[in-house]
C-alpha cells in the first residue's frame, strides 16, 4: 500500500484541505474507487475505509494478481464531512457537479479536475454515490446511458440490481458521465443508505466491489458471501408511488420488501390531529427498490419506488 | 390580477404557492410580457423591479396595451429560508427546466412554470448574481440564440451584453427551456447577492418599459437616450482566479475601465499580517464582475473583464 497527496489546498482558517489515494498492486492502471464527495456520505465512506483495510491485507497476502494497479480515495470533500454539510462548505457548490472539472477555474471545478486527473485512464471505475432524493435504496450498480456503459461488467458484481438511466443536461458534469466519455468502464455504487451507516448494508457492498474484483482478475481472492443473479432495469419502468398528501410519513414497508398489489406501504398522518390522511399503496405486484426515510412528506413528493416484472 | 400556477400541500399546514400578477389593458389578444425572477432565494434585486414594474404600470394602466405578468417567487422557500437553492432539493432550481411532471416536487413546479410563461412573446429572467460575485446590470445570451435576442437587449438600456457559450448543463435553464421552444427570453444579472442596489432596480424598470414601448405595448417611457451596451461575443472575457487562499481587500466596484498591470485587490493572512497575493488585471478592459464576498479559496473567482 502506499499513501499519496492527491490534492492540496490552503483554507483561510483551517487546517489544508487534502485528498488522499491509496495504491495498491503494480501495473496498468486496472481500477479506482472513489468515496464521498458530499459530507452526508458517512456509509460510502466506511465502506472506502474497510476497502483500504481489506486490500491492505489482500496484498500483503500476493492477493492482487500481477499486473493490476489499483487506487482507493476514501474522501474527495473531507472538509465538508467535517462540518456535517453536503456541498462545499464555502459556496454550497456540489463536487460532483464540476466534473470533468478545470485546473484554472473556481475552487471545486480545480478539486474535481484534480480528482478527475488521477482516476483518468484506469480501465474499471467504481464511485460510491448517493441520490438527489432522500431515501433509501436496495443496494445495486447504477450507470448512466451514455452508449459506453458496460452492463455485462456491471453484472459480475452480483448485486441485486443493475439499472441504468438516461442522463439529462445537469447529469453532463457528473464523474461518471465524463469518466465513461473519457474510456473508463465506471459504474455508480448505491449502498441503501447515505448519512447513516448501516453495516449489513456496507458489508454486502463490500463483498460485491471484491467478487466484482476477483472476476476481473484484478484479485484472486474470493468474497465470504454467494452472489445474486442480478436483474438489469432500465429505471423508466419503476414504478413511482407518491404521496396524495403532505404530513407525517409513516412507513410500513422498506427497502426489498416484497409487495402486492393494494398493499399499503405507508400511512400519512395529519400532523394536527394525527387522524391518518391517506394510505399509500402500490397499484402493481413488485419489490420496494426505493424509500423515502424523512419524517415529513410534501404533497406529491415521491415516496416509492417499486420494481415489478 | 393575482393568479397561482403552483399550489402543494406542506407537511404542517402549509400552501406551497408559486403566484403571478397579470395586469392587463388594451388589446386582449395583445403581447404577453412575462417578468420572472425569485429562482435562486439568495437574488434579490428582482423583487424591487417586480414592485417597481408593477406599480409603475398599474398607476398608469392606460398606456399598457397588452398583458404583463409579473413572476417575483419561483422559489419561494428559498426567498424565505435565505438560501439559493429549493430547501431540502439538492439541485440548484435553474438546472432542472423545462421539469418533469412525474419528478420530485422541484422537477413538477419546473414544469409547470414553464408551461405557464411557454408562449409569451418577451421574457425577463432577472437574477442578481450571488453572494460572492458584484456584477455590472448585463444582459447574458447563450450564443445559439445571439442573433435573435440581441436587438431586444440593447433595447434594455444596460451596460453590457455577454453572448457565451452553449455548455450542455445550460440547457437545464429556465431561459434555454424557454428559447428552444421559441419563447424569447432574455436573462439579466445585476448587483450582489443578498442586497437590492435600488439605482440598479430602477434603472432596468426603465428599461423594461422600453423594451416594452418598442414591441408597441407601453406607450409612456420617457423618451430619454438609453446607454448603448458593450456586446462581448467570442473569447473576450478574461477570469481572474485567487491565486492563493485568503481575505481579499478591495477598493473597487464594477463597471470600470481598468488598465493592464492594475491592481484590483490584494488577498491577506489576517493572522500573520501578510499580503498573500496581488490581484492585478493582465489585460486592458470593461471590469463587470467583481468579487464581493471577501474570504476567498485558490480558485475563487475575483473578476471578469471584458479585453475590448
Known sequence: MRKETIFELTSPCRDNFRIMGYHFGNGEKTLAIVGPMRGDEVQQQYICSQLVNRLHIIEQRNGINKGNSILIIPSCNPFSMNVSRRFWAMDSTDINRMFPGYDQGETTQRIAAAIFSALNGYKYGIQLASYYVPGDFVPHVRMLKTGYEDVETAKLFGMRYVTTYQPRPFDTTLLNFNWQLWNTKAFSIYAGHTDQIDFDDCEETIDAILRMMQRTHIISQRPLRTAYESMVIDETTLLHVKARHAGIFRRLATTNKSVVAGETLANIIDPYNGTILCDVKTTVNGVVFFSHNRPLVLQNALLFKIYTI | ?308
Open chain 2, 1 to 308: 390580477m393575482i393568479k397561482t400556477i403552483v399550489s402543494t400541500e406542506l407537511p404542517i399546514d402549509e400552501q406551497f404557492r408559486i403566484r403571478k400578477n397579470v395586469i392587463q389593458h388594451g388589446r386582449k389578444n395583445g403581447l404577453r410580457f412575462c417578468v420572472v425572477t425569485g429562482t435562486h432565494g439568495d437574488e434579490l434585486e428582482g423583487q424591487m423591479v417586480c414592485y417597481d414594474l408593477a406599480h409603475v404600470v398599474t398607476e398608469h394602466i392606460d398606456a399598457l396595451d397588452g398583458t404583463l405578468k409579473i413572476y417575483p417567487a419561483l422559489n419561494p422557500l428559498g426567498i424565505d429560508t435565505i438560501q439559493r437553492g429549493i430547501p431540502n432539493f439538492d439541485l440548484d432550481m435553474n438546472r432542472i427546466f423545462p421539469g418533469d411532471p412525474n419528478g420530485t416536487m422541484a422537477e413538477q413546479t419546473a414544469h409547470a412554470i414553464v408551461e405557464d410563461i411557454k408562449g409569451a412573446d418577451m421574457v425577463i429572467d432577472i437574477h442578481s448574481s450571488n453572494l460572492y460575485l458584484r456584477e455590472t446590470p448585463q444582459v447574458r445570451i447563450n450564443v445559439q440564440d445571439a442573433e435573435r435576442l440581441i436587438p431586444f437587449a440593447e433595447q434594455l438600456g444596460l451596460d453590457f451584453v455577454w453572448v457565451h457559450d452553449a455548455a450542455t448543463v445550460l440547457e437545464a435553464t429556465l431561459a434555454h427551456s424557454l428559447n428552444v421552444t421559441g419563447t424569447p427570453c432574455l436573462v439579466v444579472e445585476m448587483g450582489v447577492g443578498q442586497r437590492i442596489n435600488h439605482k440598479m432596480c430602477r434603472r432596468l424598470v426603465a428599461g423594461i418599459l422600453h423594451l416594452m414601448q418598442t414591441m408597441g405595448m407601453w406607450h409612456l417611457a420617457e423618451d430619454t437616450e438609453l446607454p448603448t451596451p458593450i456586446i462581448c461575443k467570442g473569447d473576450h472575457v478574461t477570469f481572474l482566479n485567487a491565486e492563493t487562499s485568503g481575505v481579499f481587500i478591495t477598493e473597487l466596484k464594477c463597471g470600470i475601465n481598468v488598465k493592464k498591470g492594475q491592481v484590483i485587490g490584494q488577498i491577506v493572512d489576517p493572522l500573520r499580517g501578510l499580503i498573500l497575493s496581488t490581484v492585478t488585471t493582465p489585460v486592458d478592459g470593461y471590469l463587470f464582475t467583481i468579487r464581493a464576498y471577501p474570504i476567498v479559496y485558490e480558485g475563487s473567482l475575483m473578476a471578469r473583464i471584458y479585453r475590448k
